[in-house]
Every structure is written in structure tokens, then in C-alpha cells.
């Protein structure tokens, strides 16, 4: 069974600070990466997609991707009151077939 | 603006009574997805159409049943809903290609009776 770990908090950040938000994976074959943010009630938004090793920065976003170790993770720096919502991380697991599993996210608070 | 849409946006049905979710869009995406999503879970995949391919997850119960027409619709057929089947379903479309990110519609509250 093909997984996505994430913690699912919350993760409390005070306003202006960095929010770092972590995931793992299982299929050592994977190829792509998702960063979503979801509000309550909504549907998720893509945010960053990463997919070779290393960081990728967009904005205020950061996304880092380690194969070796499985991991990829999400920076959000200046944490705004805005950010506060659930962030998912998915990933495509079988690129042949297009197919993308979600973790269960992290729910990030972010405290004036 | 290139879009997918899901109607409708809330949905009541009785426990057993069966009914269908649909989803349009028009990017001309060749992969159309549902994913059913519990409060405060993960988005969890039932399954996925590459072009006219289907692909069913395992855990997926036969209760689910898909079409998709033509590249444009995709339709969630619920054959006898239960009372754990209430949850939001999203469709969300995307590209063939391993970096294609999905693209979601609103989604579709469903609430049994």
C-alpha cells in the first residue's frame, strides 16, 4: 500500500515566523509532488509542485524534496493570519497512470 | 476561464436511494478524478479515468460505479448510499504527465437521510 505521512497537528505559528510543515512517502518510486492548501469547507488549492531534489521557492513558499530520505517539505515564510488552513501534501505514485493519493494534512494556525 | 465544475454543490439523498454526482470541465484534461473526503481527513481516491481507461482503487466499494462519456464529463453513480457515505466529493482533472498538478472543482456535499 502506496502511503503519504503527514502530521496532522495543529501547528501553531506565531504571525511573521516560519511555518515549516513536513511529509514522507512510501513509494521510493514516486516522481511528483504536491503542496495544497485547503480551507474549511473548500477544495484544495495547489500551491507548489516540486519534483527534482532540492528547494524550490515561489513567493513566500518554499518546497524541499529529498528522494534518499522520502521526504518533502513545505516553508511558508512571513506566516500571515491568511495561511491558517490545512495543508496537503500529495503525490503521484504511479506516473504512468496519472495516479495522486493525498496525505490527511496538517491543519496550521497561525497567531496574531 | 478554463474550469471544472461540479454540480450539484450540495446534495441530499435517502439511504438507499441512489444518485449521481457530476463534474464538467473545460480544460481538456484527458485524466478526471474522484476523491471522497471525510471532516478532517485525507482526500481518499476512488478512482480515476486516464482518457477512457478506468482505473478503480481496490478499497473502492462496488457501491461506487463512473462514467465518463467524453472527455469533458465524468459522472459519480452511488448505487444504495449509507450513512457513511456522506462526505464531500471532489473531482479534479490534470494533465497526462508525472508533474501535472490536479485541478479541482468545488465540490459536492452529500448528505444522507
Known amino acids: 500500500q502506496k502511503e503519504v505521512e503527514q502530521n496532522s497537528g495543529p501547528l501553531s505559528v506565531p504571525e511573521g515566523a516560519i511555518a515549516s510543515l513536513n511529509c514522507t512517502y512510501s513509494?521510493?518510486?514516486?516522481?511528483?509532488f504536491f503542496w495544497y492548501r485547503q480551507y474549511s469547507g473548500k477544495s484544495p488549492e495547489l500551491i507548489m509542485f516540486?519534483?527534482?531534489?532540492g528547494d524550490k521557492e515561489d513567493g513566500r513558499f518554499t518546497a524541499q524534496l529529498n528522494k534518499a530520505s522520502q521526504y518533502v517539505s513545505l516553508l511558508i515564510r512571513d506566516s500571515q493570519p491568511s495561511d491558517s488552513a490545512t495543508y496537503l501534501c500529495?503525490?503521484?505514485?504511479?506516473?504512468?497512470?496519472?495516479?495522486?493519493?493525498f496525505g490527511s494534512g496538517t491543519r496550521l494556525s497561525i497567531r496574531p | 476561464d478554463a474550469m471544472v465544475i461540479q454540480n450539484p454543490r450540495y446534495q441530499v439523498t435517502q439511504f438507499g436511494k441512489p444518485v449521481t454526482l457530476s463534474c464538467s470541465q473545460t480544460?481538456?484534461?484527458?485524466?478526471m478524478y474522484w476523491y471522497q473526503q471525510k471532516s478532517s481527513q485525507a482526500p481518499k481516491l476512488l478512482f480515476h479515468?486516464?482518457?477512457?481507461?478506468?482505473?478503480n482503487e481496490a478499497d473502492t466499494p462496488d457501491n461506487f460505479q463512473s462514467r465518463r462519456p467524453n472527455t469533458s464529463f465524468c459522472f459519480l453513480d452511488i448505487r444504495s448510499p449509507g450513512l457513511g457515505d456522506a462526505a464531500m466529493y471532489l473531482c479534479?482533472?490534470?494533465?497526462?504527465?508525472?508533474?501535472?498538478?490536479?485541478?479541482f472543482g468545488n465540490g459536492t456535499r452529500l448528505t444522507v437521510t
Open positions: 516540486i519534483y527534482s531534489n
Open positions: 513509494d521510493r518510486g514516486s516522481q511528483s
Open positions: 480544460l481538456n484534461h484527458n485524466v
Open positions: 479515468y486516464y482518457d477512457k481507461d478506468f482505473n
Open positions: 479534479a482533472t490534470s494533465s497526462s504527465g508525472s508533474d501535472s498538478p490536479l485541478h
Open positions: 500529495a503525490v503521484n505514485v504511479d506516473s504512468s497512470a496519472s495516479k495522486i493519493i
